[in-house]
């Protein structure tokens, strides 16, 4: 059975950083982050493929926000600094075939790691 399991998610001031893993029983060619917001529909964070390390954004995020891979541990990582408010949301980690945005695109998922930033 495939699992991922997030971790590092917090209460944090705004401008301030956390560091989120990911670590999975299995990976496919590539991992992204998504987040979820009340009332809101889950959206892209951020993605990385697994060989080359090529990796895509969401404009909300980018120059803040930071994906990487270990792939001896089978961890994932989102550095997140100069936290915002509006970044408050469940993030969630998830694996599939393809390089996309589309959280339909991928198969597994973990159980999520809130996220607060406080003004």
């Known amino acids: 059975q495939v699992q991922l399991v997030e971790s590092g998610g917090g209460l944090v001031q705004a401008g301030g950083s956390l560091r989120l893993s990911c670590v999975a029983s299995?990976?496919?060619?590539?991992m992204g982050w998504f987040r979820q917001a009340p009332g809101k529909e889950r959206e892209f964070v951020a993605v990385?493929?697994?060989?080359?390390?090529?990796?895509y954004y969401a404009d909300s995020v980018k120059g803040r926000f930071t994906i990487s891979r270990d792939n001896a541990k089978n961890t994932m990582y989102l550095q997140m600094n100069n936290l915002k408010p509006e970044d408050t949301a469940v993030y969630y980690c998830?694996?599939?075939?393809?390089?996309?945005?589309?959280?339909?695109?991928?198969?597994?998922w973990g159980q999520g790691t809130q996220v607060t930033v406080s003004s």
């Open positions: 990385i493929t697994r060989r080359d390390d090529n990796t």
């Open positions: 299995f990976s496919y060619y590539v």
């Open positions: 998830a694996t599939g075939p393809r390089f996309e945005k589309r959280p339909q695109a991928y198969d597994y």
